[in-house]
């Protein structure tokens, strides 16, 4: 499968990127990903070939029965268009790459290039000493001073170990794309996945730089059904409930006062929401 000339010639394109594995705490990153593709009017117009990038014992093909027959799918890294009312979104996902990183980065390149975005917004999660029961918060960065001036950003000034995301991110900023990096905090007691509140986070943050109404679904109602079934866990665990309510009381204390430009946004975002609801 390859039609990436259908990246060409989009309208306003921006690209959201997310890599599962060791970037993607609680599923949270490529959650974002999966959650537009279903969302939407989507295509496939891309699939790297994963013979050359992934290791099966790690990355293990999956069975699905399809009309009553076996069929056999092999993780790989897709390019997807997005229609929306107002522009066009080219979502890019797949595992972490095993192999080759260089040549998968090249790749994905490629792709990039033939889209020209506006923007790429590479989305990651990581585990937090934060608590299931306040907002997530997500931090963003990016190299660009452009967007860092519009956007209120910094630069990152992590250092240590990366994954795809990290160096996918570098890898957009020394060829001058405009790329943003948004990372969530995902409470690290309770890792697995899936974390729809983490997810709907992102999605969030994506909705406010973009300036794009996005179907958010049902993240809402599944987030808070997962804030109680947390609750319920830990509700008979004092150690637990203790440790909690710690992150609970540092986290009210770094959390900043609501600004009149964050009450703002916020109400902006839910008009937007429901004119699109209306629509």
């Known amino acids: ?11 306003n394109p921006a690209v959201i990127a997310a890599f599962s594995g060791w970037n993607d705490a609680g599923e949270a990153a490529s959650g974002v990903i999966e959650h537009l593709a279903a969302s939407y009017d989507s295509e496939v117009v891309a699939a790297l070939d994963p013979e050359e990038f992934y290791d099966f014992q790690v990355t293990r093909p999956t069975v699905r029965l399809l009309d009553g027959q076996r069929i056999i799918e092999w993780a790989t890294t897709e390019a997807v268009v997005v229609k929306l009312p107002e522009r066009d979104l080219v979502l890019i996902g797949g595992p972490e790459p095993n192999y080759r990183w260089r040549d998968f980065l090249g790749n994905l390149m490629d792709m990039v290039d033939l889209v020209s975005p506006e923007l790429v917004i590479v989305c990651g999660a990581m585990l937090a000493d934060s608590p299931h029961s306040r907002p997530i918060q997500v931090s963003a960065s ?4 452009h967007l860092g001036a519009e956007f209120g950003l910094e630069e990152s000034d992590y250092e ?11 890898e957009l900023e020394d060829a001058g794309v405009p ?28 909705e406010d730089i973009l300036n794009t109404p996005l179907d958010t679904g049902d993240l809402f109602e599944r987030g808070e059904r997962w804030t109680e079934q947390v609750n319920e866990l830990v509700a008979d665990n004092p150690d637990i ?8 009381e540092r986290s009210d204390q770094d ?9 703002a946004a916020e109400f902006e975002r839910y008009l937007r929401r429901r004119n699109r609801r209306r629509g």
Do not use: C, Q
């Open 160 to 170: 240590g170990p990366t994954g795809i995301v990290g160096v996918f991110s570098s």
């Open 1 to 11: 499968m390859d039609n990436r000339e259908a990246l060409r010639e989009l309208r």
């Open 255 to 263: 959390t900043p006062a609501p600004t009149g430009d964050s009450i």
């Open 142 to 145: 990016s190299g660009d001073p």
């Open 179 to 206: 790329t943003m990096s948004l990372w969530a905090s995902v409470p690290h007691y309770v890792a697995d996945p899936p974390n729809p509140k983490a997810t709907l986070a992102l999605l969030s943050r994506i």
């Open 241 to 248: 409930a203790m440790y909690i309510s710690a992150l609970e």
